[in-house]
């Protein structure tokens, strides 16, 4: 069974750290894809790594911030998020693909169709705020 399970979330006081997990079962990692959706709010990019690109994806309001990662051992990937901030709270998704994809393609496909797409994670709420 083809199954995406994430983990990491809670609440943090700003400038605390988190780290995400999403493990896959039934595929191999390749492309992975972290997204995240506040209440109202449109989904969007957070992050990326794909086999295909010489370095991971960060959207600018994370980069320098968040650090992406993989163990392909465990087949899952992580997103360590430092210096949190009451912005960054929403749910964050992970999305997924065995296919050798970049980070670019996969991102623009999801966001087009992410209601038709079946390899999302559950989605763990991260909440921001003192």
């Known amino acids: 069974q083809v199954q995406l399970v994430e983990s990491g979330g809670g609440w943090v006081q700003p400038g605390g750290s988190l780290r995400l997990s999403c493990a896959a079962s039934g595929f191999r990692l390749d492309v992975v894809g972290w997204f995240r959706q506040a209440p109202g709010q449109e989904r969007e990019r957070v992050s990326c790594?794909?086999?295909?690109?010489?370095?991971?994806f960060y959207a600018d309001s994370v980069r320098g911030r968040f650090t992406i990662s993989r163990d392909s051992a465990k087949n899952t990937v992580y997103l360590e998020m430092n210096n949190l901030q009451p912005e960054d709270t929403a749910v964050y998704y992970c999305?997924?693909?065995?296919?050798?994809?970049?980070?670019?393609?996969?991102?623009?496909?999801?966001?087009?169709?992410?209601?038709?797409?079946?390899?999302w994670g559950q989605g763990t709420q991260v909440t921001v705020s003192s």
């Open positions: 790594v794909s086999s295909r690109d010489d370095s991971p």
């Open positions: 999305a997924a693909n065995h296919l050798r994809t970049t980070c670019s393609t996969f991102i623009e496909t999801l966001l087009e169709y992410q209601h038709e797409y079946k390899f």
